[in-house]
């Protein structure tokens, strides 16, 4: 009898085991079954109305000199004079380093009186030669031998001239990198120069934008650490957007009298542009950005309709639609990592 008990026993545990396992997968398939309907969604909305919009342009770019260039001589010689005391003001046409020219010195000398001789040389042939005393070719080599000493001379006044080497333009001049006596070459850098009155700023906006750019427009523009905006004009706008990154790249004109500005320094950039009466406004976080546009969730008859935007001016906490949805359309605002298509949604609280 113990062991009739124990057999039946042993059958009623089997079957216990075996209708768990039978529920534990009949779960699991459904879990995995893509047929499966998603649960409705709870979330907040946003209607979309018209309001009115100053779609400014704000854009990020560099404080740049108006010139700058390294200087550097035109020819290899020795340094005998540094004339300027670095990180000061100088001054178009002020020399800023002297070459050793002893060397051309004396060989213009050398060639002056070569030049000399033969212009004597050559007086007398012209006397000699009108009574046949001296032919017309020696005349004539007389004369060439003068005008290749002429050439001469004046090859050896440019290097001459080359041996001060001067500011190309008004500037502040940089830390200077050579030392009196040093042999320097073309490829030598002496110092840096930069026009620091007035600077310019270079900066991008997206080409949507790019009837609003016109020469002489008023910007505005900020540095980093400084609250006060000051203004600027446009002088120079790129004829064609970049394709990788379908923006344009303008350039301004700032003063910088008090030199308060320093170049390479980051600049944030305000263009007023039009007022939309009528813009659709919705909020940032309402737009689900895709590898290849961005989409917002509308809500159509209790359920998730998908819609491509095109997007255009944020704000702090909005963005600007300019196509893709309409007036009145209610659009989901949160639970935007659960939304897809044809999800049921219940809208629990419509924000502004």
Not at 117 to 140: F, H, N, P
Not at 213 to 228: A, E, F, M, P, R
Not at 318 to 347: C, N, R, S, Y
Request: aromatic content about 4%.
């Amino acid at each position: 009898m113990q062991q009739s008990l124990s057999n039946i026993l042993s059958v009623f545990f089997a079957a216990v085991i075996l209708i768990s396992f039978s529920q534990c997968k009949n779960k699991k398939g459904d879990a995995g079954n893509p047929n499966t309907k998603p649960k409705g969604l709870k979330a907040q909305g946003y209607i979309v109305n018209p309001q009115e919009f100053d779609e400014d342009i704000d854009a990020s770019g560099s404080l740049l000199a108006n010139e700058e260039v390294d200087v550097h001589p035109e020819i290899n010689g020795r340094i005998t004079s540094i004339l300027f005391k670095e990180g000061t003001f100088v001054k178009k046409g002020q020399t800023l380093v002297i070459l050793y020219d002893n060397d051309i010195i004396a060989t213009i000398k050398k060639l002056e009186a070569q030049k000399a001789l033969q212009e004597k040389l050559a007086q007398r042939q012209k006397d000699l030669l009108t009574i046949g005393g001296v032919s017309q070719q020696d005349y004539d080599a007389t004369e060439t031998q003068i005008a290749s000493l002429s050439a001469d001379i004046e090859y050896q006044q440019a290097q001459l001239r080359k041996t001060k080497i001067v500011a190309p333009f008004d500037g502040k001049i940089g830390i200077r990198q050579v030392s009196v006596g040093a042999i320097i070459s073309p490829t030598s850098i002496i110092a840096s120069l930069q026009q620091l009155d007035p600077l310019k700023i270079d900066f991008s906006v997206p080409d949507r934008y790019a009837k609003a750019l016109s020469i002489g427009k008023t910007v505005q523009y900020k540095s980093d650490g400084d609250t006060n905006r000051l203004n600027g004009k446009i002088i120079a706008v790129e004829p064609a957007a970049d394709a990788a990154t379908r923006t344009i790249k303008v350039r301004a004109i700032v003063p910088n009298p008090s030199s308060k500005l320093t170049a390479g320094t980051f600049a944030h950039v305000h263009i007023n542009n039009e007022r939309i009466n009528n813009a659709l406004l919705i909020p940032t976080q309402s737009v689900i950005p895709t590898s290849r546009d961005k989409k917002v969730a509308v809500v159509k008859n209790g359920k998730i309709l998908m819609t491509t935007v095109q997007l255009g001016a944020r704000t702090v906490d909005k963005v600007l639609v300019t196509d893709g949805l309409a007036i009145g359309d209610t659009i989901v605002t949160t639970g935007m990592m659960q939304v897809k298509p044809d999800l049921e949604v219940q809208i629990t609280k419509l924000i502004n």
